[in-house]
């Protein structure tokens, strides 16, 4: 039988414009053979987490450049939480000052990459962490 | 330009000294079998006069400060004033970036200019919950004239001259500073300095957008004819390639799609009865300055070529001025690294080198820790003085265009403008820069280039320092970074509160009436949004008059 693709859903909360590293990274995982959801810019975590429960996605992958990661990161892991979703492997990039990644993991974050980050570290990531 | 003769008889040296190198090239082959500009445009072993013999000095070159300017803008350039050195700062509060501004000013900074937060530069007041997260962050949060007048307190703004970043709603932010001004007793007449108003490149690469295009380009000509009149020295634009670079481009894709955005607010202008000498000599530009230094340098020559071409056989402009293409660069920020961050000083110091050889009107210098979170002040202060050791210290200011006539150098300079123009002349195939935009094109060509880009690092066929070469454990990272205290945003909404209990509402109530009636109609939106702004509306009460009459610009998501 067909392994099942992997379905993940890219985002960027809030309202910064940077989207040249999450649209890299949509090409690098639809090349890796999944498919990829892409909402746009200026998401509220309300509209994502709605977006990740009607496409069904195991990934949301969130990308802030704008230093409001410490508000957006949490608040879409809290809806999650209310929402009852919890089979969702969640990650999220952009500037994160080394100091924000504990809380962030600890909110359910599971992992946040950085600039320079190869694309094929991501792929594997979530390769390895989807629950089959 | 050379005697034909002589160049056929370097042409033959050539061919002899080619012949000759088989033996050495078999003993010691070169690097790479094809050797590219970052661009990839294919880059010779060796250039000559031989390379492009018919080059004509007066009509391609010219003297500085004359037609094409290809060697500057400025007869004497560097040798009478150094460029302006412009960090861009703004953080938090109106007050604290104010502080910042003062101590830039005192360590010698010779321009201000305004980093906006992301909800004043998408039109949000800093209680709507779009701005949730965002308040003071990447820039200081404005939402009414009250917070301009505390962020230019004490600095006279006849004897400044300040850039505001600030796209979308950037008359209302002209209005409030034209309003701060009056309050220091200061008129239009005499303020200097830019707003960047250029719409197009966020539909394609910056992303704050507010309304649909076409009402959007209405707001940009009424600045340009409300400055023609009131604010003659103000630059009305800043069209900008700095983040269609920053967003994935190539060089010749910067060049190519600026001046497309330039040509079609040009065109609007002018479709809105302007004449092209009225306005074309405000306009202003905005380029990067990127990693690979010939071809950087190559690119800022080429544009203002292009640039003074397209004004004068496309447009027909006669005043000089119109045809000067006068530009502030930033070092760029995509090419820093979070790893073994200390290599970026060297960095921004090549492309700020470049963008001085390229000669450019002001420049911006970024901090070493970007890659990982806001600049520490002791960052920004380095990044200041890798300017100062350039201006002062390396000799390089001493004369003009020193690279012109650089075999090289010239050579690409050619090609850019070249592959430039082929972009340019297919864009207007599409039906010009708008039309381009709303097909997708330019977005997608941008981020196809970005994604070959990331491919060719992952394969190591680009090598970057400390990323994909030379890799080290991670030591420690830069510390003092900035951190904005999230109890700005609650500081920020009471004084928002505070603006709101003391103003006249009802003088607010008409005058967002009379914005949206002008929006309706077609005279100029300036005045009324003057007189919203004198009475106190909001930043976000503005925008929300001119959402309701313009709809709001949605962006395709496609990949």
């Known amino acids: ?132 | 330009m050379y005697d034909e003769k002589k160049v056929k008889e370097i042409d033959r040296s050539l061919e002899n000294w080619s012949e000759k190198l088989g033996k050495t090239l078999e003993k010691r082959p070169e690097r790479k079998e094809h050797f590219e500009t970052l661009s990839g445009i294919p880059v010779e072993r060796l250039y000559t006069p031989a390379s492009s013999p018919e080059r004509d000095y007066a009509g391609d070159f010219g003297f500085p400060g004359s037609y094409p300017y290809t060697r500057g803008v400025q007869p004497t350039m560097y040798r009478g004033r150094f460029w302006t050195m412009r960090q861009y700062a703004g953080f938090a509060s109106a007050e604290e970036s104010n502080k910042r501004y003062k101590y830039l000013l005192e360590h010698g900074q010779t321009g201000l200019s305004v980093a906006f937060d992301l909800p004043t530069q998408i039109g949000y007041d800093s209680d709507h919950p779009m701005a949730r997260g965002e308040v003071g962050k990447v820039g200081v949060a404005i939402d009414s004239l009250r917070d301009m007048e505390t962020l230019f307190d004490g600095i006279p703004l006849d004897r400044v001259s300040t850039s505001m970043t600030i796209n979308a709603p950037a008359a209302a932010l002209l209005a409030m500073y034209v309003e701060t001004a009056a309050k220091q007793g200061i008129g239009p007449e005499a303020l200097k300095g830019t707003i960047q108003n250029d719409i197009l490149k966020e539909y394609s690469a910056r992303g704050t957008y507010i309304f649909p295009p076409a009402p959007s380009m209405r707001l940009i000509t009424d600045v340009f004819a409300y400055c023609s009149e009131n604010i003659p020295s103000w630059n009305t634009i800043s069209i900008s390639g700095y983040h269609i670079r920053e967003a994935g481009s190539t060089a010749v894709q910067e060049v190519a799609f600026t001046l497309a955005n330039g040509i079609a607010y040009v065109d609007a202008a002018i479709k809105a009865g302007l004449k092209v000498d009225d306005f074309a000599p405000r306009l202003s530009f905005f380029f990067n300055a990127h990693l690979d230094f010939f071809e950087e340098i190559a690119k800022f020559r080429a544009a203002r070529r292009l640039w003074a071409r397209i004004m004068k056989d496309r447009f027909g402009a006669q005043s000089p001025k119109s045809m000067m293409l006068r530009f502030h660069t930033q070092t760029a920020g995509c090419t820093l690294t979070a790893q073994q961050p200390q290599n970026n000083v060297m960095r921004v110091t090549l492309q700020a080198l470049s963008a001085v050889l390229g000669g450019t009107q002001s420049l911006h210098t970024n901090s070493m820790d970007e890659a990982f979170s806001l600049p520490s002040e002791e960052a920004v202060q380095t990044a200041l003085r890798t300017q100062q050791v350039i201006a002062y210290e390396s000799g390089i200011a001493n004369t003009v265009d020193p690279l012109g006539g650089s075999f090289y150098i010239e050579q690409l300079t050619d090609e850019i403008e070249a592959r430039a123009r082929a972009y340019i002349d297919r864009i207007d195939e599409m039906g010009g820069a708008v039309a381009a935009v709303e097909k997708g094109y330019i977005q997608k060509e941008i981020q196809d280039s970005a994604y070959a880009y990331q491919k060719g690092v992952e394969a190591g066929e680009f090598i970057v320092v400390g990323l994909n070469k030379f890799q080290q454990e991670a030591g420690a990272r830069p510390k003092n970074s900035l951190r904005v205290d999230p109890a700005v945003r609650e500081a920020q909404v009471a004084k928002l509160k505070t603006v709101k209990a003391e103003r006249n509402s009802r003088a607010v109530q008409s005058a967002i009436e009379k914005i949206k009636l002008c929006a309706r109609g077609s005279d100029n939106l300036m005045p009324p949004i003057l007189d919203a702004v004198k009475c106190y509306a909001t930043l976000g009460e503005i925008c929300d008059a001119l959402r309701e009459v313009f709809g709001e610009y949605t962006a395709s998501s496609q990949l």
């Open chain 1, 1 to 132: 039988m067909a392994k099942k693709k992997i379905r993940v859903l890219a985002c960027k909360p809030g309202l910064d414009g940077h989207d040249r590293g999450i649209k890299v990274i949509c090409c690098a995982l639809r090349d890796a053979g999944m498919e990829v959801i892409y909402t746009g810019l200026r998401q509220t975590p309300e509209q994502i987490v709605q977006a990740a429960i009607q496409e069904d996605v195991d990934v949301i992958a969130m990308s802030v450049l704008s230093g409001a990661h410490d508000y957006l990161f949490p608040r879409v892991m809290a809806l999650l939480e209310e929402a009852n979703v919890k089979d969702v492997l969640v990650i999220g990039g952009g500037i994160i000052p080394e100091e924000d990644i504990p809380r962030l993991q600890q909110a359910g974050i599971k992992a946040l990459f950085g600039p320079g980050t190869p694309t094929k570290d991501i792929v594997r990531f979530i390769e390895e962490n989807i629950s089959a």
